[in-house]
């Protein structure tokens, strides 16, 4: 992804009237129209629309800037964007259905459908889902190629990349590729003997209420909907070329509002729409042959964000993209949606919030702040208060380390700013993370807290 800086855009503030009944002027409201705003400005993205879950429940919508430049347009929340490869994990949930319905299995080869793929034989489905089958990527550019301007049926996509030879032997290698997801949708196709999008509509889109969701693959946009745009290097926003139809069938074909998407997400922590098991097997991890980890599951990333388990997917098609997290264990989730592709402003604005859901402060916060900063300046000096530190960290801090500390922060200069970013426990201790300016480097500060109050580590390191 491309982050532009240098256009400055004015920044529209739009409130559904979801987000004035829910928030009104509540303090996490405002934080996240601050992120919002900041970041649109900073990038010049014309706009972001914005759905908040906590506690398992939709708590605020809003939408920021503009929809439409010439004339503009205001952006709102009842306005559907494209979610670009978001999509993915509702065809890896369709291919699930099937499965609870005895139809298919994970395991499944993928020449049990399509035998004339290269080495169908051996790849699985399991592996198309994952993005470890070896099937070349037949979108792997951040603009819309001629070819790709023109209409296509999905098998034509897959006579041509799917009989290519392979990129890697299945199972040994990760590696993004759109194809996977349009012969998995393919065969949600032949075994059903209807359209892929009538089976996800049927089976998730309606009996989640997701009255909004549309497939934009086949032109079910309307002139009420924002318009996508792009850049030409660090050049002016223009209309971006729209793909023609057929090429996202079954990768990224929908178009939704948020407040839309982050149903989906309420479903994904309540486990209600699949089975247990399967929520197993769409959430857990695939792990490559030779054991190494992937970071990615069926249709969607798996991994932690300060200490919280998040299920996660970024979305790009032209004109549009998009950062949909998920925090199951904590029944929270963040959608960004916006209206410009290959730009970063859609994953800025949901990692921003996603800190704000889980800054955890604590009512001895404000004094360990300040404990930690006189720490910081006492180093700069060469000096500690050894009273407050375990006998490990007075061992820690010889002679030595008080010299090194000494003569790399003092030409610092004093801290212009001492914040607290992230607490967590580990080993017994609380773990809490604070990000210091000075004059002339940003740096990262940890310490460990044992039970008694005193600290077993200090360190610090930079930062960006």
């Known amino acids: 992804m491309i982050e532009i800086l240098t256009l400055i855009l004015p920044v529209l503030f739009v409130t559904s009237a979801f987000g004035q009944q829910m928030f009104g002027n509540n303090t996490l409201g405002q934080k996240v129209d601050n992120v919002a705003n900041q970041v649109l400005k ?33 952006a709102t929340t ?81 006579n041509r990349w799917a009989k290519k030879p392979l990129d890697f032997d299945p199972g040994t290698r990760w590696q993004y590729s759109n194809t996977n997801f349009v012969i998995a949708g393919q065969i949600v196709q032949k075994i059903t003997r209807e359209p892929f999008y009538k089976f996800l509509k049927d089976h998730i889109l309606d009996p989640l209420q997701m009255n909004s969701a549309v497939n934009f693959d086949q032109g079910k946009m309307t002139s009420s909907d924002p318009e996508g745009y792009m850049r030409y290097g660090l050049g002016p926003l223009r209309p971006a070329l729209p793909e023609g139809s057929g090429w996202m069938d079954g990768a990224a074909e929908l178009a939704m509002t948020p407040h839309d998407l982050a149903k989906w997400d309420i479903s994904i922590i309540n486990q209600s729409l699949l089975e247990p098991s399967s929520y197993k097997k769409f959430e857990r991890e695939v792990l490559l042959k030779s054991g190494v980890g992937t970071g990615y599951a069926l249709g969607i990333e798996v991994g932690m964000m300060n200490g919280h388990r998040m299920l996660s997917h970024s979305g790009e098609v032209s004109g549009f993209t998009d950062e949909n997290m998920v925090f199951p264990d904590d029944s929270a989730a963040v ?35 300040e404990q930690a900063r006189k720490i910081f300046e006492n180093l700069q000096k060469g000096k500690i208060d050894r009273l407050l530190f375990t006998s490990d960290a007075n061992a820690y801090f010889s002679k030595q380390a008080l010299q090194d500390f000494q003569s790399s922060l003092s030409p610092l200069g004093k801290p212009k700013s001492f914040t607290q970013t992230n607490q967590q426990d580990r080993g017994g201790m609380l773990e809490r993370v604070f990000r210091v300016v000075t004059p002339k480097q940003t740096l990262r500060v940890w310490t460990y807290q044992k039970p008694d109050g005193k600290l077993e580590q200090y360190q610090i390191a930079p930062t960006r």
């Not at 900073?42 to 430049?69: C, E, N, R």
């Not at 080869?109 to 993005?131: A, C, D």
């Not at 916006?338 to 404000?366: M, P, W």
């Open 335 to 369: 959608v960004v949606l916006t209206n410009q592709d290959a730009a970063s402003a859609s994953g800025a604005i949901a990692r921003e919030v996603s800190h704000l859901l889980f800054k955890t402060q604590d009512k001895n916060t404000a004094m360990r702040t």
């Open 42 to 74: 900073a990038t010049g993205v014309p706009s972001a629309s914005v759905a908040v879950v906590q506690h398992g429940k939709i708590v605020y919508t809003h939408a920021y800037g503009s929809a439409k430049l010439n004339p503009d347009v205001a």
């Open 78 to 158: 009842d306005m559907r964007y494209a979610i670009g490869s978001i999509s993915k994990q509702f065809t890896a949930a369709c291919i699930l259905i099937l499965e609870q319905e005895g139809k298919i299995s994970l395991d499944d080869h993928v020449s049990k459908w399509f035998p004339g793929f290269t080495r169908s034989n051996e790849v699985t489905i399991r592996e198309l889902l994952s993005h470890t089958s070896g099937y070349q990527d037949f979108w792997p550019q951040d603009y819309v190629p001629p070819m790709m301007q023109k209409p296509i049926q999905p098998m034509e996509i897959l």
